[in-house]
């Protein structure tokens, strides 16, 4: 079946450190995928989408390619700082088939991000 | 200036008591979604609304129900909660159901079952 599989968290790093929280996919057909985040007390945001093998999507410092030889989408960011502390979730989606529609997630990884 | 609203934040309901969450939208979207997250689990999709279109997923069990009485408003019943129900409960609304259609969710209700 289609699913996404994140790293486990929770994932604790001091501010500027460099962030990789990884991501990889299992899927049927050919999906989106995104990245959202959810800080504390709030509901889910998109971070970042990438449509195609190859792309990049980037918003706020983060970075994650769609990497299809390795079924990979990982997300990345050269300095962090406190206010990244929030929990990220990878998800796909189909544009056609009978799963669109559906965002499928991984379970979330937790980042805290110390002064 | 909240697009997707979700009342109330936490709801305490008794074990096999009806219970109902509620969802409201300001963005006009055509699509509601229902997801159900579980305590460190991925949140997995119960149904969703295209306009008045009904499409429950197969693995929905039953005992959990939905309306949508206008483009606003999507409530999702529980008629007989389990503790096994216990969970966060978040909508989301997007303008259709393509795969590059951008989801808005609500802050999610916090259901405890007692």
């Known amino acids: 079946g289609n699913s996404v599989t994140q790293m486990e968290g929770p994932v604790t790093l001091s501010e500027e450190a460099f962030l990789t929280i990884n991501c990889t996919y299992t899927a049927t057909g050919y999906p989106s995928l995104f990245w959202y985040v959810q800080y504390p007390g709030e509901g889910l945001q998109l971070l970042l989408k990438a449509t195609k093998a190859d792309d990049k999507g980037s918003n706020k410092g983060f970075e994650a390619t769609y990497r299809k030889e390795t079924t990979s989408f990982h997300l990345e960011k050269g300095s962090v700082q406190v206010s990244d502390s929030a929990v990220y979730f990878c998800a796909l989606r189909f544009v056609y088939g009978g799963s669109q529609g559906n965002l499928i997630f991984g379970k979330g990884t937790k980042l805290s991000v110390k002064p | 200036d909240a697009m997707v609203i979700q009342n109330p934040r936490y709801q305490v309901t008794q074990f096999g008591k009806p219970v109902t969450l509620s969802c409201s939208q300001t963005?006009?979207?055509?699509?509601m979604y229902w997801y159900q997250q579980k305590s460190s689990q991925a949140p997995k999709l119960l149904f969703h609304y295209y306009d008045k279109d009904f499409n429950n997923e197969a693995d929905t069990p039953d005992n959990f129900q939905s309306r949508r009485p206008n483009t606003s408003f999507c409530f999702l019943d529980i008629r007989s909660p389990g503790l096994g129900d216990a969970a966060m409960y978040l909508c989301?609304?997007?303008?259709?159901?393509?795969?590059?259609?951008?989801?808005?969710f609500g802050s999610g209700t916090q259901l405890s079952v007692l």
């Open positions: 963005l006009n979207h055509n699509v």
């Open positions: 989301a609304t997007s303008q259709g159901t393509g795969g590059n259609e951008k989801l808005f």
